[in-house]
Structures are given as structure tokens and as C-alpha cells.
């Protein structure tokens, strides 16, 4: 199913379909403020298997965000925060900035792997984070990938969703999207290191 919601003032009768479906352990396809993302509920394992098996890895090896709606909800997938972290997460978000955090046990338990880190994302969209918000936990996020010589696959909604409609429960329109990925932070000690340089820029924040 392909669904038209506009970024701006996204029609929440649409919004609720959307959480339904994710709810009910569907998969979609939705708009960051970089590219679009493949997402399911949290806590619905077999959307988790189905999006490792759609992106040909296995679960326990897959480096998936968690996309919030704000700060609130990360105490529950993190360990404490050092307070230089915590501002500059408070700077920076919503914006395209994945931050990598030692994670709480509830990760692990979540997706029966012995990892130690979950990445956080709060995208600078009002879609993503409405759908969020309405469904009441974060969703577990990947990348949509397309064909290296076309960026079109990745961008234009229409040609997502002919790719990918037999694989996913709904490809959400929210408009063209971006090509640069986030920008990754690993911040699992007191400071911060770039370890994937994308559409964020943090020295923006300091200057």
C-alpha cells in the first residue's frame, strides 16, 4: 500500500493506520530528514527478522536505530548518559545524527544478540516522529538501498514502493527524499567520534 502524507501537517488519520499496521507486526517505508528508512515496531521480533532478511543480514549482527520522538524515551535502551553527550544530543536533535550509546539490557532481549550498543535517531521530520509518537515506542530503522547508478530508487516514493510492495506492508509518500545518510556519532565513552561523516554537520552546533 502506498500512502500520500505530507511532511508539513501529516494527516493523523493516516498517522493511525500507519501505527495500526505496526502494531499488528507490519514493515514500512517512511521519510527521515536523510533517506528513507524501513522500520517496524520494536518489540514485533518477527518485522525485526523480516527487515534482516530484506536487507540479507542476520539479526544479531544488524547495526538498526531506534527512531524517537524526542529524549524521553531513551533511558529505557540506554545506560547513563555522560552530560557533555546529553547537550550535545540536546543541540543536535531532531536532526540527522545517529548517536551510538552503550546500551541497557532490554536491547539485547529485544533482538537475542549479545550487543552492547543501539543507535539513537530523532529525525527532523514530523512523520516519522508522529508515527512514533502514536504507536508509544521508538521503531527499529534501516536505510532503504537501491541501485548505486540510480539515486532515484532510493528517493522518488513511487519507484520505492514498485521495488519494494510485495516486501513491505506500506511505503509512506512524504515527498523526495534525501540521498546523504546521517551522520554517525559513537559515543560510547564521555566524548564523541565520527566513525561515518553524512548529512549532519557538527561543527555547526559549536560555532
Do not use: W
Request: charged share 25%.
Amino acid at each position: 500500500m502506498l500512502i500520500k502524507i505530507y511532511p508539513e501537517n501529516p494527516n493523523i488519520r493516516y498517522i493511525h493506520q500507519v501505527v495500526e499496521c505496526l502494531r499488528n507486526g507490519g514493515i514500512i517505508i517512511y521519510p527521515t530528514d536523510t533517506v528513507y528508512g524501513i522500520g517496524c515496531d520494536i518489540f514485533q521480533h518477527k518485522a525485526v527478522e523480516r527487515i534482516a532478511q530484506i536487507k540479507g543480514i542476520k539479526t544479531d549482527k544488524a547495526n538498526f536505530s531506534f527512531i524517537c520522538y524526542d529524549l524521553s524515551h531513551i533511558s529505557d535502551f540506554t545506560k547513563q548518559i555522560s552530560n557533555p553527550i546529553y547537550k550535545l544530543m540536546k543541540k543536535t536533535l531532531p536532526g540527522p545524527f545517529t548517536f551510538i550509546l552503550n546500551s541497557s539490557n532490554n536491547v539485547p532481549n529485544l533482538f537475542e544478540s549479545k550487543k552492547k550498543t543501539v543507535g539513537i535517531r530523532i529525525p527532523d521530520n514530523m512523520i516519522a516522529r508522529q508515527i512514533v509518537n502514536e504507536l508509544g515506542n521508538p521503531i527499529m530503522s534501516t536505510s532503504v538501498k537501491g541501485d548505486d547508478d540510480n539515486i532515484e530508487t532510493i528517493t522518488d516514493p513511487e519507484l520505492i514502493y514498485e521495488r519494494y510492495k510485495d516486501l513491505v506492508d506500506i511505503v509512506i509518500d512524504g515527498g523526495i527524499g534525501g540521498i546523504e545518510t546521517s551522520t554517525v556519532l559513537d559515543c560510547t565513552n564521555d566524548d564523541f567520534e565520527i566513525i561515518r561523516q553524512g548529512k549532519g554537520i557538527i561543527e555547526d552546533y559549536y560555532y
